[in-house]
Nanobody, 125 residues
Framework: VQLQASGGGLVQTGGSLRLSCAAS????????MGWFRQASGKEREFVAA????????VYADSVKGRFTISRDNTKNIVYLDMNSLKPDDTAVYYC???????????????????WGQGTLVTVSS
């Protein structure tokens, strides 16, 4: 399984970006997908996750109402739409995948078996 994240860049405060994560493998529709981020000098943290069926989405409190996770199972892509960006959102963003897992563990780094290489998002003030 390979994950390729893209879409990062430099944006001003209040701006928007869409991150994409392209996944290889024919069983993409059976994977729960997540986005995590890691700011310089900080630990990697949960951002958003989506169940394989698309029916359940989970967000970190810090991004609720601003970020939206979605997926296209026909294209094997998961997206993260980021709006009203703040300087605190500056980080390397990683997508991750795991076979179907429990709802209660969607936000845990340890739940995910596969990770993309990360894409840098920089929000200027």
């Amino acid at each position: 399984v390979q994950l390729q994240a893209s879409g990062g860049g430099l944006v001003q405060t209040g701006g928007s970006l869409r991150l994409s994560c392209a996944a290889s493998g024919r069983t993409f529709r059976d994977w729960d997908m997540g986005w995590f981020r890691q700011a310089s000098g900080k630990e990697r943290e949960f951002v958003a996750a989506m169940r394989y069926s698309g029916g359940t989405r989970v967000y970190a409190d810090s991004v609720k109402g601003r970020f939206t996770i979605s997926r296209d199972n026909t294209k094997n892509i998961v997206y993260l739409d980021m709006n009203s960006l703040k300087p605190d959102d500056t980080a390397v963003y990683y997508c991750a995948a795991t076979p179907r897992t429990a709802y209660s563990t969607l936000a845990l780094l340890s739940s995910y078996d596969y990770w993309g290489q990360g894409t840098l998002v920089t929000v200027s003030s």
